[in-house]
């Protein structure tokens, strides 16, 4: 498998399988998203998706994939640093804002930076045709986002708090995806690099959730938590499992754009599982978004 993978990097069954891989991320972040603002404190279901996901990562990392080279461990350790601060802007963000609002606004701006760093770091350059697609799947996220708006009542001071930790977590996205790609392709087996991350990135923020959660009062059913923690894990393999490997077969900027058509199909699953009305104006919106997808992958 890994001899393989390796053989179609900057190929065009590559292209293809990025792609793929890209949109299946897309998906299983949708729910992702929604799983940590769900029914439980943000700060503890995060702490319980990682805590499952390292558990389920540790033999992998430990006893199946190759180690790691020694040049690793520092690019390990500063993605340790950065995805602690991905996930405690975005713990603040979803305790502040409501999910409807705060998730476009991260996807929305993860996507423009990320092709900057992209063509910077990997000298990958977009044509201005691709240019207009990421402005418009970007425009289109930032679109649903002020339509949302509209529709939740929140005190205006809490409200600006959680747009702008939406702005700083987007920030974050763009940097944890251009370094998680620089990390993947600095190891000769993806594989490896997965394993550890998983194991790796999944040993810290439980200690801050149980800390959290030895200070409630009114503490929530642990069973519950732990299951929600366990679905959230498996999913977590998918979503950013996929668009780390679609950032090691492809471009990156290309992967990061294709993801955030995650929004849409938020959007579709409420629409299509819980019935909520979509309306002239989201469902333009949404149309936009795929477009501008459509756009940056069939336009260079």
């Known amino acids: ?8 990097e900057g190929t065009e069954t590559g292209r293809l399988l990025a792609m793929g891989l890209a949109l299946l991320a897309a998906f299983s972040h949708a729910v992702f998203g929604a799983l940590q603002k769900g029914r439980f404190d943000p700060w503890l279901t995060r702490g319980a998706i990682d805590a499952n996901y390292a558990l389920m990562a540790a033999p ?4 199946v994939v190759p180690w790691p080279e020694p040049h690793m461990w520092p690019i390990f350790a500063g993605m340790m640093v ?11 963000a979803y305790e502040r804002g409501a999910y409807t609002v705060v ?3 991260v996807r929305g701006t993860g996507p423009l930076i990320t092709v900057i760093a992209a063509g910077i770091v990997f000298g990958e350059h977009f044509s201005a045709l ?4 990421v402005l418009a799947l970007s425009g289109g996220i930032f679109g649903l986002a002020a339509f949302n708006l509209t529709r939740v009542n929140i005190d ?17 996205v763009a940097i944890y995806t251009t370094y998680d790609a620089y990390g993947i392709r600095a190891t000769a087996n993806p594989f490896t690099f997965l394993a550890w991350f998983f194991f790796l990135d999944g040993l810290i923020f439980p200690l801050l959730a149980l800390r959290r959660f030895r200070a409630m009062s009114n503490r929530p059913n642990l069973g519950a938590l732990l299951k929600r923690g366990f679905i959230g894990g498996l999913i977590a393999y998918i979503s950013f499992g996929s668009v780390m490997m679609a950032t090691r077969l492809d471009k990156v900027g290309e992967a990061a754009v294709l993801r955030e058509t995650s929004t849409v199909i938020a959007a579709l699953i409420g629409w299509l599982v819980l019935k909520e009305t979509v309306g002239w104006t989201r469902g333009l919106l949404m149309a936009g978004i795929a477009l501008g997808a459509i756009i940056v992958e069939f336009g260079g």
């Open 130 to 133: 691709q240019w207009l697609g």
């Open 103 to 105: 998730y476009p606004v």
């Open 1 to 8: 498998m890994t001899e393989w993978l390796l053989s179609i």
């Open 82 to 92: 950065i995805h602690i601060g991905y996930k405690l802007l975005q713990a603040m």
């Open 60 to 63: 992998f990392a430990l006893f």
């Open 156 to 172: 205006p001071a809490r409200l600006r708090a959680a747009i702008a930790l939406a702005f700083a977590t987007g920030i974050f």
